[in-house]
């Protein structure tokens, strides 16, 4: 949610330590200096513009109520060309105003068109619950702004439909509840004026592919109606947001990014966590904590967890009376960063832990609102959060932001800072590395940060696993006809066919009908099912949810489940029902998931034939299965035990870029044969780790596989496919760069300090062997091998 008013008023506490101060105590208190890079990056002086002389005074009074004296100048272009009938997006950074942007043209047409109606999308319900205090708070007569979603009352949804004009919603309640609907939505459609797409850069991947094609519905009922809605979006800064604003709604988007706000100085700060001394066995924060899908290494830690390093750094800053919120990547590593900095805090002064919370989206809406309140009136002065914050929370007034890991893109790392100096003041944002090739390689070459631009938002409404069930539920709206085709874009075609096929479409002369009594069922958030609820079986209380693709790994029975710092042990998962039984109990020890998998060629789509080595993109097929659990002592990381689970195997169909060796130019490369495992599965970590650099994913997004001979290549072998039915376009774009990917992977392990391979270059947090066999020096030579012989 961002705060829409342009001249904001500042929060008004006492400032803490000057950020360049606080850096300085914060970096004196280890040994050595774990700060590798600092980077000042300049406040900016805000540009207002004048009221677009469409702007009805009322509204201007309205905004004037609300302290808005101007807009700021990107606010007012944006909007007046949303005013003029453009399709616009306005990306810019976190707390630049861009509500303003489209409040201002949509709610001008309604106050001019008593007709008139609009369309708000958000990506969660919270956000849509916070715009709709924003605009109901602008007491705008005839406007009726209401929010229409899951939670909405059935004896509402009528008023709603009939008389609400700015209805609140998000793209799933649009494709499950609106547009089946259309004929009750009817007056509404035919009316529609505006349709905003707000936080849109977070429709990317999958999900975007699949909201790509609700908007191409919504719009197709429009036309039925007669409707031609302008499209308004607002995005974070993002790379060519015009070509993904109109890859997402598919008509021509004009961009606009000049930020004209005023913005605090920060200093950015990039920081690696210390080495242990190599005989330590000082226990850190358990390993698996750092990724949502445990993590399964039997490794010696040796760097200082990011974690670890992380909750101490919140500590200090909440000792120091710093406003301070620090991003976790795993919903597990945001409790135990909290419960870590709590107990630092405690030790230090009993009763300042509790000025310690944490936050993430699993959380029910009334914990996650008591948790905002409190960071807002000062009652909290750390809270440590998943990226959900991202999303729906408009917090002001933080004096420093931690960032644990980097959160995968150069985008989510400026909008994790931009929550930095929000209010005008001086503030300091902390990347933490975590043991990563990733982060290893960022921390050290502070020019990928710093001098990169942003990546755009990728998504591919092409993928025929996205397109498909989508023409489905399109055909089931109103059939399907030619017109229809260039609507629905590349592909469109070929699906149809595959339905009529199927038997799922009937052609006629009019069209293509749906034959089937129900509806499709297609989820948008395809991540591997439904959410899997928590429940607490002594009360029946529910605790929060967990995605569906993450369960096994997370829910699967004995797992340990962290919750709000309290420790629960799972009692059964049913898969069936989406739902995880679970007691309170404290082990001491933690639970690490561990997966096999199988991969076969499915077909090859696009190839390079380099001598010795070959390059290939195609669709795979993938079978994975969680099938055991090591429990290990928290306090020594030492394996109690490995336990079998009985869980179903998972299938996948996707997308793959994998490179071939001949086993000759191995052995002239001096890899021994009894080595070239080790060196095949070394270099797929490190590859692994350094693909988000060039493809806007991040590594749990994808997966690999490596084997000395694959039965489908003939040769050694290694994979690194897309996590995503049909894929999401990461593994098309390592091999459109594989070059350059395969460059930097070669350089991260190269320059590793360490002697035989570590998190930071060559093992992974997610390895399903336990990082066995891994050879750090044979993987350094198979790349050499493959960038001499592969053309640039
Ligand atoms: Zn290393
Ligand atoms: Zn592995």
Redesign the pocket.
């Known amino acids: 949610m961002e705060s829409s008013a342009a001249p904001t008023v500042s929060a008004g506490h006492d400032a803490g330590p000057a950020p360049v101060d606080l850096l300085r105590r914060l970096r004196a208190r280890g040994a050595g200096d774990p700060v590798t890079h600092v980077e000042r990056v300049p406040a900016r002086v805000g540009v207002p513009a004048p009221w677009p002389a469409w702007a009805p005074p009322e509204l201007r009074a309205a905004f004037a109520r609300r302290g808005v004296v101007a807009p700021w100048q990107h606010q007012a272009e944006a909007a007046t060309l949303a005013y003029d009938g453009g399709h616009v997006i306005v990306a810019t950074g976190t707390a630049s105003g861009k509500s303003l942007a489209y409040q201002l043209p949509a709610l001008a047409t309604l106050l001019a068109d008593p007709r008139a109606t609009v369309l708000y999308l958000a990506p969660t319900k919270a956000l849509a619950a916070d715009q709709l205090r924003a605009v109901a708070g602008l007491e705008l007569e005839g406007v009726r702004p209401a929010c229409y979603d899951g939670d909405t009352p059935r004896a509402e949804r009528e008023w709603i439909r009939r008389h609400s004009r700015f209805v609140l919603t998000n793209p799933d309640m649009l494709h499950h509840g609106i547009l089946p609907g259309h004929a009750q939505w009817s007056g509404f459609l035919r009316r529609l004026a505006y349709v905003v797409i707000d936080e849109c850069h977070t429709y990317r991947g999958v999900f975007g592919s699949h909201v790509a094609h609700v908007l191409r519905r919504l719009r197709r009922q429009c036309a039925r109606f007669g409707a031609t809605p302008v499209f308004v979006l607002a995005s974070a800064t993002s790379g060519d947001p015009a070509t993904a604003a109109g890859r997402l709604t598919g008509l021509p988007v004009t961009a606009v990014t000049e930020d004209a706000s005023p913005r605090g100085g920060v200093t950015f700060a990039l920081w690696e966590p210390p080495l242990l001394p190599p005989d330590s066995t000082a226990p850190a924060v358990p390993a698996q904590a750092a990724g949502d899908h445990d993590a399964t290494t039997d490794l010696v830690q040796v760097r200082r967890s990011a974690l670890r390093e992380t909750a101490d750094l919140l500590a200090d800053t909440v000792a120091e009376g710093v406003r301070t919120l620090a991003f976790v990547r795993s919903r597990k590593g945001a409790e135990v960063v909290a419960a870590n900095a709590r107990r630092a805090l405690d030790d230090a002064v009993p009763g300042l832990g509790g000025r310690v919370a944490a936050y993430r989206g699993g959380y029910l809406r009334e914990e996650r609102r008591e948790l905002e309140r409190a960071l807002l009136h000062g009652d909290l002065l750390g809270l440590a959060s998943t990226n959900a914050l991202e999303l729906g929370v408009d917090l002001v007034g933080l004096d420093a932001v931690l960032i644990c890991g980097y959160p995968g893109t150069r985008a989510s790392l400026w909008q994790q800072a931009g929550r930095a100096g929000r209010s005008g003041q001086e503030a300091l944002a902390v990347l933490v590395a975590r043991d990563d090739p990733l982060d290893t390689y960022l921390v050290h070459h502070p020019e990928a940060i710093f001098g990169a631009p942003v990546e755009a938002t990728v998504l591919d409404p092409a993928n025929p696993y996205v397109l498909a069930p989508q023409l489905a539920c399109a055909a089931v709206e109103a059939p399907l006809t030619p017109a229809d085709l260039a609507l629905f874009g590349d592909g469109a075609k070929e699906a149809i066919d595959q339905l009529v096929e199927a038997g799922a479409l009937r052609q006629r002369p009019t069209g293509w009908y749906w034959r089937h009594r129900e509806r499709p069922e297609v989820d948008l958030r395809g991540e591997g099912g439904a959410p899997v609820c928590v429940v607490e079986s002594a009360t029946g209380r529910l605790l929060g949810t967990v995605d569906g693709g993450s369960s096994h790994f997370l829910l699967h029975p004995g797992a340990v489940y962290l919750h709000q710092g309290i420790s629960y042990v799972v009692d059964d998962l049913d898969l069936a029902d989406g739902c995880a039984l679970v007691h309170v109990e404290e082990p001491d020890w933690s639970t690490h998931a561990r997966d096999v998998t199988d991969l076969s060629v499915v077909s090859v789509r696009s190839y390079v034939d380099a001598g010795p080595v070959g390059m290939f993109l195609g669709e795979v097929d993938v079978t994975s299965q969680v099938v055991s659990y090591q429990r290990r002592r928290i306090a020594t990381g030492e394996v109690i035990d490995t336990r079998p689970l009985d869980l179903p195997t998972r299938e996948l169909r996707t997308v793959a870029v994998w490179f071939t060796l001949s086993p000759r130019s191995l052995a002239s490369a001096g890899v021994q044969q009894a080595d070239v495992p080790g060196a095949l599965?070394a270099a797929?970590?490190a590859a692994i780790g350094l693909l988000p650099l060039m493809a806007t994913c991040d590594r749990w997004d994808i997966g690999g596989l490596s084997t000395a001979l694959h039965p489908d290549t003939e040769a050694p072998t290694v994979f690194v496919y897309d996590g995503h039915p049909g894929g999401a376009g990461f593994a098309e774009r390592a091999y459109g760069t594989a070059s350059a990917w395969l460059r930097a992977t070669r350089d991260a392990i190269a320059e590793c300090g360490c002697e035989t391979g570590c998190p930071s270059c060559v093992q992974?947090p997610k390895?399903?062997?336990g990082?066995n066999p891994l050879s750090k020096p044979d993987a350094i030579r198979v790349l050499d091998v493959v960038l001499e012989n592969l053309p640039a």
Request: aromatic share 0%.
């Open positions: 599965h797929e970590h992974s390895c399903g062997n990082n």
